[in-house]
């Protein structure tokens, strides 16, 4: 395992962190299988909640369902916290959501961009994908133990860093906005933001930001989908998010369903690809 960056992004990062939690310890690697991985290790062997896993590259970044996650140096966040949350396995996935909003507000604040959140935790500008997630669960027989939320963002990646067949699907705050962001402004930001509504949200629930995830994504809202679910798929239009964050679709014969995990393919749109 590589040493931590002492001078580079890890201390510009550590001079503008300001988070009580998130961060606090953070571990920085300047290349690394995954930072999910190595944040999962440490919570089995008992890591406090806040601790984060920063990587400048990934050779085996992770993204859902199984798939990769293109991880070029020097350029991106490959970030993983870890969280203990009080809460169920059947309302963990939430934070999905939690963590999307916090990502597009930190987009929002440190660029002049504007960010749009594609269920259930794609984060997009000018349509393309810059942003996913990945939330995976610890459990044992009494509960939940931990949750590792696992964050890419394409920040500075050339148009070259991307293979071919993913350009017209994502995207980085570099090619949309034209100009190089500071990583460690935007990731402290982040830190910020998620810390911020991870708290709201254990002591609200997700209600409380359901008005925001929809703020993020009302360009999803009356679109024609198509939704890939273990029982086969749903084709239907987005009627938004219920409490709890599942998503409401009304299908073709106008009945309705409420999706709790699905890839999503926006059609005649936005084709959603994981890997990236």
């Known amino acids: 395992m590589a040493d931590p960056d ?15 939690t998130l961060g606090n ?17 440490l919570a089995r062997e008992g890591a406090l909640e806040g601790t984060t896993v920063i990587a ?18 020097g350029v991106n966040l490959y970030l993983s916290v870890l969280l203990r949350p009080p809460v169920s396995t059947a309302v963990a996935p939430q934070l999905n959501l939690v963590a999307a909003i916090a990502v597009a507000d ?17 984060v997009l500008v000018a349509e393309k994908k810059v942003c996913g997630i990945l939330a995976e669960m610890q459990t044992d027989t009494t509960g939940l133990r931990a949750v590792i939320v696992g964050i890419g963002v394409n920040i500075n990646a050339p148009l070259s860093a991307f293979p071919a067949e993913l350009r017209d699907k994502a995207s980085s705050l570099l090619i949309a906005g034209g100009r190089t962001i500071d990583r460690s402004l935007l990731t402290a930001s982040l830190l910020t933001h998620l810390e911020k509504f991870y708290l709201l949200w254990l002591q609200e629930g997700f209600l409380t930001l359901h008005s925001r995830w929809e703020q993020y994504a009302a360009q999803m809202l009356g679109t024609h989908i198509s939704v890939a679910v273990s029982e086969g798929t749903v084709v239907g239009t ?9 998503l409401l679709v009304q299908g073709e ?13 926006v059609l005649g749109g936005y084709n959603r690809g994981e890997a990236r």
């Open 6 to 20: 002492e001078h580079g992004f890890a201390a510009a990062l550590s001079a503008k962190l300001a988070t009580h």
């Open 25 to 41: 310890p953070l571990h920085f690697f300047s290349t690394i299988d995954s930072t999910n991985t190595y944040a999962a290790r």
């Open 56 to 73: 400048d590259s990934q050779s085996g970044g992770k993204g859902r369902l199984g798939r990769s996650w293109v991880s070029p140096p």
């Open 106 to 122: 930190a987009i929002r604040e440190t660029t002049p961009l504007s960010p749009t959140i594609k269920w259930p935790n794609d």
């Open 238 to 246: 987005v009627l938004g998010l219920d409490k709890d964050g599942g």
């Open 253 to 265: 014969n106008r009945e309705q369903h409420r999706l709790l995990v699905g890839d999503v393919t």
